[in-house]
């Protein structure tokens, strides 16, 4: 929202030595985001004055076409002799009246104006353009009503000539850049900030709502609500016998400029003028191309509608629509239609008429703010109105802001106002929050007092009754007042939270971090030692993701709990997998330069089991929940597993003077899966397996041992062809997914530190042949159980197959090494557990040692 200090002055009588930056700093005191001041006409300097164009020359003799004007400026140059001006623009004439700057002046960006030869004539000035001048969207009948700002400034006839421009125009202000949050939708006006500033500075507000509006009667424009829930209040009021030539003032598009708003046409700039002024969106509509009484009602599905965009929408059941007799005539808090939008002013040609809209019918409305947002977001379709329906209006306002625009346009198009009012009010009764009186206090830690409570609440706008316990009136324009802590944040906020004393809690003793905790963060270090980079993604999924990443329809991952109010309608689902959201990271920065990328991320995946019930009751933030508040909050959500997960593409290791390098593979992923396991104390067993995203042939199913059972942990292995193509990753591209809750159930728990023997170890190697199918995991099994306990450590350093060893067989080679806690092992110790390692592998997987 921006916000002119010379507009925002005209409700509060701010002292006239405060600046922009000082009301900045009151308002941010007061809770609101206001990101920056911007300085209008910084860098100007006159003189600039208004002139009238005399007479114009055509210099035909250049490459562009250029003018040779002279100009009138009265006095302003101190002879009164016409001023002459070279000028390339074209969209002014003879007779017009121009902002002229003249020598001596400065523009913006420091432009300096001064009496020069150019085309073979001197130019003593320079005509002005809004651009030039640093006015921004749509100077003043520049190329036009309304027009935009990079043609000469053409002004009405009535100003006089010589005229300060600065003042007429003005062009020295500050502007207050404001970031509204959601729930301050009331400071979407000059009313809400002109309400927030008067608090900060303890002074008088004037709120322009405050209007004698006539009683609704029985002969104003008809109209039909078919749905109250979704209108509650409906204000529309008729002007008839406009002016189609009136322009808007000066004053009211300057206003509307540097509020951020292009000026369009009389009637238009009064409703946005209204809005910005009250918060209250309106819509004129040309009377004439009405067709019996307004309704509003649900559209119909798949019912067609022509915005004011000129945009045909197909339109959803849920859409609030405006109606008459022939179908929609406007989407709801939105945007109008195209067919009954007011008409720009036509000249006759043979006749010299000015034709355009002479009728207006005013609606000023109010709207549920969930289904206005809805439909903005469905369309895509973001507008100044539905900014304001979605965050909350004031409903009240409805009424002053239809009795304002007919004011306005009485008084600036000469129109007529209608007797007829209609005002058609859903029965709703006043939002009203009883409050213990100290409760602020108890929020706060600060002692407030009952007086310092009710005065700050009263300034709010609350009606507030009681002694002990207060009975709290919401003012009808904030809608975000809910509850005691709401009230609280008021009187805090208003009383300054830089006065809130800094205390530091006081953490029991004995509580650290949770095992699941410290696992978690044992599980980045270990990854982020080994080469890979975290990489944090928003948990929001979109369902195609599994039709790419190749999943069944009947697959588990596809059952996913949705978001009722999503950021992105295109990712409406919380994942139930990591892949999705590192995936998505890693092809981002493949497409940035990076070729060899290692990621990595641990966090939660929500998979929901249809058991959930529904949370019966808020949590309370006074005190601690009971657990059988916390059981019943637990039952409503899906299950939340902890998950860690790795994407690996491009090289593995690097290329260089230690040697060749190799690219990343699916052995590296099943790695970066034991390094997790290790840091929970587990070894995982390797099988093959066929697993959705992964390479049927390679992809590799994770298992954990506890208490004599495996327990399936996680996969890892080469994504599919067709996903890496789908997803538009790299080639060979490997990935690994792990749940963490569940390697931390098998898992030892603490894990102890190794136990170091100063006695030397014996090594022994050992190749068995095995039949092709069985798996390496299988074979290292059986050779740790057969070794014993002087088995220290166990490494396959060799796969071979050739005919050497037969058709369908493969030879392991592994290395042994065996050591004593106690003593210095003997030869014949050594080879003996290595003789039991092989006997338990031949009779388990039909093992043979090789060359025997």
Request: aromatic residues 4%; negative net charge; proline residues 7%.
């Amino acid at each position: 929202m921006r916000v002119p200090l010379s507009w925002l002055r005209e409700y509060v009588d701010l002292p006239v030595t405060e600046t922009g930056r000082d009301v900045q700093t009151k308002l941010i005191a007061a809770g609101l985001e206001v990101e920056t001041v911007e300085q209008l006409g910084a860098g100007l300097k006159g003189p600039l004055v208004v002139g009238r164009v005399l007479t114009i020359e055509e210099l035909t003799e250049f490459k562009k076409p250029i003018r040779f004007c002279t100009v009138d400026v009265a006095q302003a140059n101190g002879t009164g002799e016409p001023q002459e001006i070279i000028c390339g623009a074209r969209n002014f004439a003879v007779g017009d009246k121009v902002v002229v700057a003249l020598p001596g002046a400065v523009l913006p960006g420091d432009f300096q104006i001064a009496e020069r030869k150019t085309y073979g004539r001197m130019s003593r000035g320079m005509i002005c353009s809004g651009d030039e001048l640093g006015m921004g969207w749509g100077s003043p009948q520049a190329e036009g009503p309304g027009g935009g700002s990079h043609g000469i400034i053409v002004l009405p006839p009535e100003i006089e000539v010589g005229t300060d421009a600065t003042e007429l125009l003005e062009l020295f202000d500050e502007v207050l850049d404001i970031a509204v949050t959601p729930d301050r939708g009331y400071c979407l006006s000059l009313r809400g900030v002109a309400r927030e500033t008067a608090i900060a500075y303890g002074l008088p507000l004037r709120d322009p709502a405050l209007l004698d509006v006539p009683a609704p009667n029985s002969f104003g424009y008809g109209v039909q609500i078919a749905d109250p829930i979704g209108c509650d209040r409906f204000t529309a009021r008729t002007v008839v016998g406009l002016d189609p030539e009136a322009r808007s003032p000066i004053w009211m598009q300057r206003r509307l400029q540097k509020a951020g708003m292009r000026p369009i046409s009389l009637a238009v700039d009064i409703t946005n003028y209204v809005m910005l002024e009250l918060g209250q969106p309106l819509h004129a509509y040309d009377r004439t191309r009405l067709d019996g009484p307004i309704g509003v009602r649900r559209a119909q599905p798949g019912e067609k509608f022509t915005t004011l965009d000129g945009v045909k929408r197909v339109l959803d059941a849920e859409d609030l629509v405006i109606t008459d007799n022939r179908g929609p005539i406007g989407l709801a808090g939105v945007m109008g239609g195209a067919n009954t939008e007011i008409a720009d002013s036509v000249t006759d040609p043979e006749t010299g008429e000015v034709r355009g809209t002479t009728e207006v019918v005013i609606e000023a409305a109010h709207f549920a703010p969930v289904s206005i947002a809805r439909t903005a977001r469905r369309h895509k379709l973001a507008s100044e109105a539905s900014k304001r329906f979605e965050r909350g209006v004031d409903p009240q306002a409805a009424a002053a802001a239809a009795q304002r625009t007919v004011d306005l346009l009485v008084l600036l198009a000469g129109g007529t106002a209608e007797a007829g009012v209609t005002e058609i009010i859903a029965p709703s009764a006043p939002r009203t929050v009883t409050m213990r009186a100290d409760h602020p206090d108890r929020v706060a830690g600060v002692t407030y007092g009952r007086e310092t409570v009710v005065r700050r609440l009263q300034e709010v706008g609350c009606d507030v009754y009681g002694q002990d316990e207060l009975v709290v009136t919401v003012p009808s324009w904030r809608p975000d007042l809910h509850e005691p802590n709401d009230l609280a944040e008021e009187v805090i906020r208003l009383e300054g939270y830089e006065n809130l004393p800094s205390t530091l809690p006081t953490p029991p003793s004995g509580r650290g971090l949770t095992a699941r905790q410290r696992l978690h963060r044992r599980v980045g270090r270990a990854l982020a030692g080994t080469g890979y980079v975290e990489a944090l993604n928003y948990p929001f999924v979109s369902e195609q993701i599994f039709d790419q990443l190749g999943l069944e329809a009947d697959d588990p991952r596809r059952t996913v709990v949705k978001l009722v109010n999503p950021i992105s309608d295109e990712e409406p689902a919380l994942r139930t997998t990591l892949l999705p959201g590192l995936l998505a990271a890693l092809r981002r920065n493949q497409g940035r330069g990076s070729q060899d990328l290692a990621l990595f991320e641990t966090g939660l995946v929500f998979r929901p089991t249809g058991d959930e019930t529904v949370a019966p009751v808020l949590l309370p933030v006074d005190r601690r929940p009971t657990d059988e508040e916390i059981a019943t909050l637990n039952a409503a959500l899906p299950r939340q597993p902890r998950r860690a997960a790795t994407v690996l593409a491009g090289a593995r290791e690097q290329t260089g003077w230690w040697g060749e390098g190799r690219p990343a593979d699916w052995a590296d992923a099943v790695e970066s899966a034991r390094a997790v396991a290790r840091e929970a104390g587990v070894e995982l067993t390797v099988r093959a397996d066929r697993h959705a995203p992964w390479h049927p042939g390679r992809c590799a199913a994770l298992y954990a041992v506890a208490n004599g059972e495996e327990t399936l942990v996680g996969h890892a292995g080469e994504l599919h062809p067709r996903v890496i193509k789908a997803l538009g990753l790299p080639e060979r591209t490997c990935a690994m997914e792990v749940e963490l809750d569940l390697l931390e159930q098998t898992g030892k728990g603490a894990i102890q530190a190794p136990r170091i023997s100063t006695f030397p170890v014996a090594t022994q190697d050992v190749a068995l042949v095995v039949s092709s199918d069985v798996p390496a995991a299988e074979v290292e099994q059986a050779l740790r159980e057969g070794a014993g306990e002087l088995l220290e450590s166990l490494r396959l350093f060799d796969v071979f197959t050739g005919e050497q060893i037969g058709e369908g067989k493969k030879s392991l080679a592994y290395a042994l090494r065996f050591r004593a806690p106690d003593r210095t092992l003997t030869v014949e110790e050594a080879s003996a557990a290595r003789d039991a390692a092989i006997t338990l592998a031949e009779s388990r997987v039909g093992a043979t040692l090789r060359g025997a």
